[in-house]
């Protein structure tokens, strides 16, 4: 009988996903190997855990027939107990709920501080050429969320001393530190971190540069005992590579590869959290059969392990997921 009704929700949810509609109400199924979320396309995954649940923020590919682009309009979140049972909450937060942007929800992350939570986002904006970091908030990690700010909190013009391009402000990560002080780190082709203020919506310091080697996209910053690891995408296809610190503000000292080019989509980006004492690594891939891609991606989950000087073990990639 559940194996029924998990096929029932299931079916429920690929004709919610093929008509272009967004969840309205909780649904839950359980999880059946990589992809996890097989009902939609779902890309950038940020996770984040809080209360004894994982809660893994990722973008819709929209994926419109015939068409080899990204449509990403809105942004998904799913939770999950024990990561294999999972729960698809109604849609928090759409691009347009920034009302200086005029699309484009791109890679994400949300953190709790205060009983608060912020989601940093990468959207379009709507009158200052090219892309910006919002940043919303609400009560609860599952929304809804509102625009914290009214305004961007990181803009192009911001950052043109270090490059010409319009698309490097995007792919967000936070971290909250030992201390108390909150760090955000982003950038395509190249990579910034700025501290930000208590309140978490306003920037309290300049924005500097990352040497980071062969630095495409997709920064995550994490902390695992005294060393900081900071995984982003590399080159072009994408992999994960990662370097790692002593201290938040570098030098960083590169180590390779963390993980290899996932499948046939072209790009790559991960969340690395903790859970109940195991270390997972959160990615996208091509994988949904069978129209998968670059523009149809799938979140995965797969263990990631640390070696005894601290190191990350490179991921291997599986179809059976999180067992």
Same mark, same amino acid.
């Given at each position: 009988m559940n194996r029924v009704k998990n096929r029932l929700v299931l079916l429920t949810l690929a004709l919610t996903a093929s008509y272009g509609l967004s969840a309205q109400s909780d649904t839950t199924f359980i999880a059946a190997g990589n992809p996890v979320f097989k009902h939609k396309y779902t890309a950038d995954p940020g996770a984040m855990t809080y209360n004894n649940k994982v809660y893994i923020y990722a973008g819709h590919d929209e994926c419109p027939a015939q068409q080899e682009r990204y449509v990403m309009n809105e942004?998904?979140?799913?939770?999950?107990?024990? &990561?294999?049972? *999972?729960?698809?909450h109604p849609v928090p937060l759409k691009a347009k !709920? %920034?009302? *200086?942007?005029?699309? !484009?929800? *791109?890679?994400?992350?949300? $953190?709790?501080?205060?009983?608060?939570?912020?989601w940093y986002v990468?959207?379009?904006?709507?009158? $200052?050429?090219?892309?910006a970091i919002g940043v919303a908030v609400s009560d609860s990690p599952i929304g809804t969320f509102r625009d914290a700010r009214g305004s961007a909190l990181v803009t192009n013009d911001m950052t043109t001393e270090y490059t010409k391009i319009s698309w490097d402000d995007i792919d967000p990560t936070v971290i909250i530190d030992d201390d108390g002080e909150a760090y955000l780190f982003w950038g395509?082709?190249?990579?910034? /971190?700025?501290?930000?203020?208590?309140? &978490?919506?306003?920037? !309290?310091?300049p924005i500097m540069p990352v040497t980071?080697?062969?630095?495409? #996209?997709?920064?995550? $910053?994490?902390?695992?005992?005294? *060393?900081? /690891?900071?995984?982003?995408?590399?080159? %072009?296809? #994408?992999?994960?590579?990662?370097?790692?610190?002593r201290n938040i503000s570098g030098p960083w000292e590169y180590k390779g590869i963390l993980n290899e080019l996932a499948g046939n989509s072209n790009t790559?980006?991960?969340? $690395?959290?903790e859970f109940k004492g195991d270390w997972y690594f959160v990615y996208h891939n091509g994988g949904l059969n069978?129209?998968?891609?670059?523009?149809?991606?799938?979140?995965?989950?797969?263990?990631?392990?640390?070696?005894p000087?601290?190191?990350?073990?490179r991921v291997q990639m599986t179809t059976e997921g999180v067992q």
């Open positions: 942004w998904c979140v799913f939770s999950s107990p024990d &990561m294999r049972t *999972w729960t698809e !709920d %920034f009302s *200086w942007a005029k699309g !484009d929800a *791109w890679a994400s992350q949300v $953190i709790e501080r205060d009983g608060k939570f912020y990468a959207v379009e904006h709507a009158t $200052i050429h090219g892309k395509n082709a190249q990579c910034y /971190y700025a501290k930000l203020k208590k309140n &978490m919506i306003e920037l !309290d310091g980071l080697p062969r630095f495409t #996209e997709a920064p995550w $910053i994490h902390k695992r005992g005294d *060393w900081y /690891y900071l995984s982003y995408a590399s080159e %072009f296809p #994408e992999k994960i590579c990662y370097a790692m610190s790559n980006h991960q969340a $690395i959290i069978t129209q998968g891609g670059s523009f149809r991606r799938s979140v995965c989950i797969d263990r990631l392990y640390y070696n000087d601290g190191t990350m073990r």
